[in-house]
């Protein structure tokens, strides 16, 4: 055989193990990053699942139907799973999760509609091994009372005791006057007990604090619902990062009637 027969059946072995050892990278990858979003899944539904059993610690939760929005799914990849609840006394709460794979995302948001407390909103996102926790709560009422100011002090009093957890940046929007108490925390897996805690502590405080606030005669509930709506239907006509996902895949119309019906529930 001939030095140039056997120069391509050379280069052919060397193409063929550097393939295979491309496809080995991406199977250990593949392997790796599947063994990480399990991990991150329970990490994320234990958070969720402590977040409820402190709710129903102080109040009446019950099952809402969310209809044609418990299975949700965007651009085809994302399939987020949509719960929603009444909280007796309170109002609305919808908790949505989604597994991505490389990332995961919980949202816990409670929208009172009984009580002129501010509307609280959590998401927590796992990338990976990186963590990202967003808490706020927003002005959504007619007259702030002496019961209102003590709730934010005492939520800003029980973040404070996460100050050891890495500070993250939100990003800018049209909706910062109406942010009262907020966190941005981020981690890594170590970081999961104490931001679930964080949650936990937060909620605890919220709910505690909320059994000082009367519930609203029928004339001052549709006035907190109308200022509700302002902020909700504000995300729909000014946008938001996460609204322009929904947005962009549902439309304006379809994504109005999920915010109104289950995601803050103003609706009801």
């Known amino acids: 055989m001939s030095e140039k027969s056997k120069q391509p059946s050379k280069a052919k072995k060397i193409l063929k193990r550097i393939l295979l050892s491309i496809l080995a990278i991406v199977l250990v990858l593949v392997v790796v990053v599947a063994v990480i979003a399990g991990k991150n899944v329970k990490a994320m539904n234990h958070c969720v699942d402590a977040a409820m059993a402190e709710l129903r610690n102080h109040y009446t939760v019950t099952p809402v139907d969310p209809g044609e ?3 949700l799914t965007l651009y085809g990849l994302m399939k987020f799973d949509v719960e929603q609840y009444e909280i007796e006394g309170i109002g609305n709460l919808s ?3 989604v597994n991505m794979g490389v990332m ?5 948001v409670i929208t009172p509609r009984d009580r002129n407390l501010p509307l609280m909103s959590t998401d927590y996102m796992y990338m990976l091994a990186n963590r990202t926790a967003y808490m706020e709560f927003y002005d959504v009422v007619a007259e702030k009372d002496e019961a209102y100011t003590t709730l ?3 939520l800003n009093a029980e973040i404070g005791k ?9 990003t800018p929007a049209w909706y910062a006057p109406l942010l009262t108490v907020t966190a941005y925390k981020s981690g890594g897996f170590s970081e999961d007990p104490q931001l679930e805690q964080m949650l936990v502590d ?3 405080v919220y709910l505690e604090n909320s059994k000082d606030f009367p519930e609203l005669t029928g004339e001052e509930r549709a006035k907190k619902l109308e200022i509700t709506a302002d902020y909700t239907d504000g995300l729909i006509e000014k946008g938001g990062i996460s609204t322009d996902v929904f947005k962009s895949a549902l439309g304006d119309d379809v994504t109005k009637d999920f915010f109104d ?8």
Not at 104 to 108: L, M
Not at 261 to 268: P, Q, Y
């Open 69 to 71: 929005y418990k299975d």
């Open 95 to 97: 908790v949505m999760r």
């Open 104 to 108: 995961q995302i919980s949202t816990f």
């Open 152 to 154: 934010l002090n005492d």
């Open 162 to 170: 996460y100050d050891q957890l890495e500070d993250t940046q939100a």
């Open 202 to 204: 937060c909620l605890n």
């Open 261 to 268: 019906k289950v995601f803050f529930g103003t609706a009801g």
